[in-house]
Each structure stands twice: as structure tokens, then as C-alpha cells.
């Protein structure tokens, strides 16, 4: 263990109060939808399901689907486009781009070099990450951590997704869970003081356990079959541990910061399940009303889901400056994280 900081030479907890931690603040939200609305009545016409199948076993009523010439890089520039408009920033000021995404538009290049490009950037650079349903938290904890050491000072963080491409539109068990859909935050650096009161990021906690490969996983790839693939679940295996993996992780962020439910303003959770929302909220008494809940309006997004429900409840007028927000999800992997900070 280190004895000291490197640069200034004092012991770590000489730094609290001394004004000079730096913290990622939140600048600017955006997100962006394909054109084309799916309810749960079109999805009959595509598979034996039904309205109330759907809305009972997951409070999904509807999804976007992307259209033709719409892709994840399409939507993510959109919503990384709005983060800035809303920011009052533009593409000069940003340094890093990380997007999110299990649906890259192509193998490679990198996605977020493809919305770099996009965005008519030529400086910075650009990079991927690839954590499933939990990417956004990974890309925030990520991006939190080059702005902390120095290395970047304004990242547009991004979750962009077209699951629609990945699923096998004959099985009925997978197919009506997903939809499509971009959303993005700008995080800049700050000076805090080293408590909780501080703006930003406050603490991220990232787990993974790849023993669980088989529950959730895209049967293709460039290295195995030369395909892409199509998404298989295991849904009531995948429940089984959702809300355990969610909880755990949620309590390790409280437990970092000596905060509580009590404190908390809000929580944004990934958008799967209403019945995995409510049951990780209920056994963390964090209260309904605080729950920012989106599943109904997009389904599950991916790593698009906290984005666009972050747009969606700071677009709204609910999350302001200054609420203690906690961001959660799980997915494939298993990959699970949570990070918690002050909008
Ligand atoms: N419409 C109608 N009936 C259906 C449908 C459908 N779309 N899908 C399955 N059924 C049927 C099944 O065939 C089964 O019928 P049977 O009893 O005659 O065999 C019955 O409904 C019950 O099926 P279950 O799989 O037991 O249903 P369950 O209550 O577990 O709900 C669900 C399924 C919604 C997938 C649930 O297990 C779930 O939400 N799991 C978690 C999945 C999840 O959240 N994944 C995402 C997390 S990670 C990520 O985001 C990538």
C-alpha cells in the first residue's frame, strides 16, 4: 500500500477538506429513440404472447425498434449530441468518448470512435466497453477514474444499444424483453472537498462472475462461429439472481459512504424487469416513490437503459442538482454494479 500521495507527498486522509479532490460531475444528459414504436399488441402479430403476458410478468408495454439507417452509432451521436447541446459544450471540448455496447455496428472499430467521427472529431480518443446490461456503470466507473487520475478532463459517457439486431424474433421468451435506444452524459472534472456533499461521483463498486456464461449469452461471435449471433436467456435462472447480485452491490456503495436509503434521492436502476426493480427496492426499503422506473416505455435496453431513464427523470424535472442518485444494473457475464453520486 502506498504511504502517501505521490504528488503532494500526504498521507490520504490528510486530503479530506483540503478542497483538492477532484470529483466527475455530471454537465449535460441526453438520449435519443429510434422512430418506430413497438407496442405489446404489435408484438402479438410476431409471437404467440399477449399484452398481459408481457405487462404481468414485466412491465414492458412498449419498445423502439430500429429502422433502416438507424444504428447504435446513429443513436448514440444523437444522444451524445443532446448531452452537449444541454451541457452548453461542443465536440472541441471533450476528450475521451466511452460508449457502452454489446451491439457495436461493427466488429471493430469501436463504436464510440465511429460517433467520434460522427461528432467531426479529430482529437481525444475513443473506446468501447463492453459489460452488457451493466455497461453504463462500467463506462461511468471508468470514466470517473481517467478523469480522477489526471488523464482526461471532459468524457462524454454514452450507452448505445440495437438489441432489436440480436434476437431471435422466433422465441417468444426473449424477443419481447428488448428494445432499442441511445443515452449519454457528459461528466467534467471538479474540485470537491472530499465528502459526500461533493457534486459527482461519490463511489462505484463493479463485480463479475463469468461462471454464469450459459444464463445469458449471444450464440456467436468472430472467434467462434463467424457470425453475430442471437441473444439466449435463461429468464427464471437469471431472476433467480438478480435482485441477491443487485442488492449486494447497492449496500457496498452505501456502505463506502456511510450513506442510507434514507438518503438517497434517487435510484436508477437498469431498466429489465418492474418485478427485479421493485423487489431489489423493497429489500433495500428504498421507497417506491423514489424508484425512476422506464421498462414500461422502452423495455430493456442494455446498456441504454440508465442513460435514457437518467434523461428521462432529469428531462422531467425530478433528478436536480444537488440529489443523491444511485445508478444500478446487472446483466450478462454476469457482469453487476452500482455507482452512486450527486447529480
Ligand atoms: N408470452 C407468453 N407466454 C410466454 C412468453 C411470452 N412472451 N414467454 C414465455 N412464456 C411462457 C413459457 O413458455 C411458460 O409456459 P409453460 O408454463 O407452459 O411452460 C410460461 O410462460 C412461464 O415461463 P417462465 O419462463 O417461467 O416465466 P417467468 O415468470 O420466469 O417470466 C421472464 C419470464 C419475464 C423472462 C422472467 O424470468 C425474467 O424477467 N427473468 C429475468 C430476465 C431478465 O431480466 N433479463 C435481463 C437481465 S440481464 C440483461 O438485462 C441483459
Redo the contacts with the bound molecule.
Keep these: 500500500m502506498p504511504s502517501g500521495c505521490p504528488r503532494s507527498g500526504r498521507k490520504p486522509h490528510e486530503r479530506r477538506g483540503l478542497s483538492n479532490m477532484i470529483r466527475s460531475v455530471v454537465r449535460g444528459f441526453g438520449a435519443a429513440l429510434p422512430k418506430r414504436v413497438m407496442t405489446n399488441r404489435d ?1 402479438e402479430d410476431v ?4 399484452d398481459e ?2 405487462v404481468q ?2 412491465g414492458i408495454r412498449q419498445r423502439y425498434i430500429a429502422g433502416e439507417g438507424e444504428t447504435t452509432s446513429s443513436l448514440g451521436e444523437a444522444a451524445a449530441r443532446a448531452a452537449l447541446d444541454r451541457a452548453g459544450l461542443t465536440p472541441a471540448d471533450i476528450d475521451l468518448i466511452i460508449c457502452a455496447t454489446s451491439t457495436p455496428d461493427n466488429t471493430f472499430p469501436a463504436t464510440a470512435v465511429n460517433i467520434q467521427s460522427r461528432l467531426g472529431m479529430h482529437h481525444g480518443f475513443a473506446f468501447d466497453v463492453q459489460a ?2 451493466t455497461g453504463f456503470v462500467y463506462a461511468v466507473t471508468t470514466a470517473d477514474a481517467y478523469i480522477r487520475g489526471g488523464l482526461a478532463k471532459r468524457v462524454l459517457v454514452i450507452g448505445a444499444e440495437t ?1 432489436s439486431r440480436i434476437l431471435d424474433w422466433n422465441d ?7 428494445g432499442d435506444g441511445a443515452g449519454a452524459i457528459v461528466l467534467e472534472a471538479a474540485e470537491g472537498e472530499g465528502t459526500t456533499a461533493d457534486r459527482g461521483v461519490l463511489t462505484a463498486h463493479l463485480r463479475s462472475d463469468g461462471s454464469h456464461k450459459e444464463k ?1 449469452y449471444v450464440d456467436g461471435g468472430p472467434s467462434t462461429t463467424g457470425t453475430v449471433g442471437k ?1 439466449r ?1 435463461e ?5 433467480k439472481y ?1 435482485v441477491g447480485m443487485i442488492t449486494d452491490v447497492i449496500q457496498a456503495a452505501f456502505d463506502a459512504t456511510g450513506t442510507t436509503p434514507d438518503d438517497l434521492d434517487w435510484l436508477v436502476p ?1 431498466q ?2 418492474r ?2 426493480i421493485d423487489g431489489s427496492a423493497k429489500k433495500l426499503h428504498i421507497a417506491p416513490e423514489k424508484v425512476v422506473v422506464t421498462v414500461d416505455l422502452h423495455g ?1 435496453t ?1 446498456a441504454a ?1 440508465i442513460p435514457l431513464a437518467l434523461a428521462t427523470a432529469a428531462g422531467d424535472g425530478r433528478i436536480k442538482e444537488g440529489d443523491l442518485v444511485m445508478l444500478e ?4 457475464g ?1 457482469t453487476w454494479g452500482a455507482a452512486l453520486l450527486r447529480w
Design positions: 408484438m409471437v404467440d404472447t399477449s403476458w408481457i410478468r414485466t452488457v446490461c438489441f417468444r421468451t426473449t424477443c419481447v424483453l428488448f445469458l441473444l436467456m429468464g427464471r435462472e437469471v431472476f438478480a437498469h429489465a424487469n418485478r427485479i430493456n442494455s437503459s444494473a446487472m446483466g450478462g454476469f
